[in-house]
């Protein structure tokens, strides 16, 4: 079973992937065998590879220590993912390569990227085959159950064909037009299971936190499947792939390393503005936090910082 830290922009960079895989390391306690944590770049752009390689390279940067780790690209034109994915493939030692075929932002809709490929699903699956053909390295892609309720026949019959050419598929719950809504499809992702070629893992990406991990409920319908890819739940708990449950003394020491981190990797301007996203989730459920919370996010100092942090 893999436990998947899901791409996200802004989110899962080197840093914040260090934190998590050293935490699961650390904290995780089962008699089952442990699980296999999977950990994703964030989203990188084969147009941005191509003509703008100094806007995308900190999406590059990588510890071998978060390893096992996927680069995901996104494209529309297939020259430039080729050529993206031959790069990556030829200069980093990422553990394997995928496509995004899921993400719904307007920006990357507009390219006729990301979930936009959905629709012409021929042409997609010739995509998929050509990259998958021109890498050495596993290729895999992330994807959604349609574009709309009408669509998801003829998408699950494109994620089987898919799954032919693809060490891995991980399986957004929702359709693109379902945009706000939680309610979830788990018999979608069970009868792609049922139907994909054996070799290929299938990941069910739902919304999945500390409650959905305990429920005995939960966990036996999902047993058949190769994995979990948890998404938002993870930007403020950084512990929810282990059972741990962590004091306020060590969050706050988490919070320091993980500042230290960002200081490290980053400009200073850009580790000042990403951080305030962590620290929000960080401190989320403690007294007085929307105080803290608005003294942090008017800080653009490190030392400023890690004063207020303590003083929580």
């Given at each position: 079973?893999?436990y998947c830290?899901a791409?996200?922009d802004?989110?899962?960079?080197?840093a914040?992937?260090?934190?998590?895989?050293e935490?699961?390391?650390?904290y995780?306690?089962?008699?089952?065998?442990?699980?296999?944590?999977?950990?994703?770049?964030?989203?990188?752009?084969?147009?941005?590879?191509?003509?703008n390689?100094?806007?995308?390279?900190?999406?590059?940067?990588?510890?071998?220590?978060e390893?096992?780790?996927?680069?995901?690209?996104?494209?529309?034109?297939?020259?430039?993912?080729?050529?993206?994915?031959?790069?990556?493939?030829?200069n980093?030692?990422?553990d394997?390569?995928?496509?995004?075929?899921g993400?719904?932002?307007?920006?990357?809709?507009?390219?006729?990227?990301?979930?936009?490929?959905?629709?012409?699903?021929?042409?997609?699956?010739?995509?998929?085959?050509?990259?998958?053909?021109?890498?050495?390295?596993?290729?895999?892609?992330?994807?959604?159950?349609?574009v709309?309720?009408?669509?998801?026949?003829?998408?699950?019959?494109?994620?089987i064909k898919?799954?032919?050419y693809?060490?891995?598929?991980?399986?957004?719950?929702?359709?693109?037009?379902?945009w706000?809504?939680?309610?979830?499809?788990?018999?979608?992702?069970?009868?792609?299971?049922?139907?994909?070629?054996?070799?290929?893992?299938i990941?069910?990406?739902w919304?999945?936190?500390?409650?959905?991990?305990?429920?005995?409920?939960?966990?036996?319908?999902i047993?058949?499947?190769?994995?979990?890819?948890?998404?938002?739940?993870?930007?403020?708990?950084?512990?929810?792939?282990t059972?741990?449950i962590?004091?306020?003394?060590?969050?706050?020491?988490?919070i320091?390393?993980?500042?230290?981190?960002?200081?490290?990797?980053?400009?200073?301007?850009?580790?000042?503005?990403?951080f305030?996203?962590?620290?929000?989730?960080?401190?989320k459920?403690?007294?007085?936090?929307?105080k803290?919370?608005?003294?942090?996010?008017?800080?653009?100092s490190?030392?400023?910082f890690?004063?207020?942090?303590e003083?929580?």
């Amino acid at each position: 079973m893999y436990y998947c830290l899901a791409p996200m922009d802004g989110i899962t960079d080197t840093a914040y992937r260090q934190i998590v895989k050293e935490i699961f390391e650390k904290y995780w306690k089962s008699p089952d065998k442990s699980p296999n944590l999977l950990l994703f770049t964030e989203f990188v752009s084969s147009d941005g590879y191509v003509h703008n390689f100094d806007g995308i390279k900190d999406h590059l940067i990588f510890e071998n220590k978060e390893k096992p780790l996927i680069c995901q690209i996104f494209g529309s034109n297939l020259q430039k993912l080729v050529y993206t994915a031959q790069e990556i493939d030829k200069n980093y030692n990422f553990d394997g390569i995928e496509l995004n075929i899921g993400c719904p932002a307007p920006k990357i809709m507009k390219l006729w990227a990301g979930s936009a490929l959905m629709i012409d699903k021929e042409n997609t699956l010739e995509m998929i085959k050509t990259l998958k053909n021109a890498i050495k390295s596993p290729f895999s892609i992330k994807t959604r159950a349609g574009v709309n309720e009408k669509d998801k026949e003829k998408q699950k019959e494109f994620i089987i064909k898919a799954s032919e050419y693809c060490w891995m598929i991980s399986i957004h719950w929702r359709t693109l037009n379902q945009w706000h809504s939680w309610e979830s499809d788990l018999d979608f992702v069970l009868d792609v299971k049922e139907k994909a070629n054996p070799n290929c893992k299938i990941v069910f990406n739902w919304w999945i936190n500390r409650e959905k991990l305990q429920n005995k409920e939960f966990l036996e319908k999902i047993q058949t499947l190769d994995g979990i890819m948890i998404w938002q739940a993870a930007i403020w708990d950084p512990w929810i792939f282990t059972n741990y449950i962590p004091t306020w003394e060590e969050k706050k020491e988490t919070i320091k390393k993980h500042l230290t981190l960002n200081v490290k990797y980053k400009w200073e301007r850009r580790w000042v503005v990403e951080f305030r996203k962590f620290v929000g989730s960080y401190i989320k459920w403690i007294e007085n936090a929307s105080k803290y919370r608005v003294e942090l996010m008017k800080t653009e100092s490190y030392e400023e910082f890690i004063s207020i942090i303590e003083k929580i």
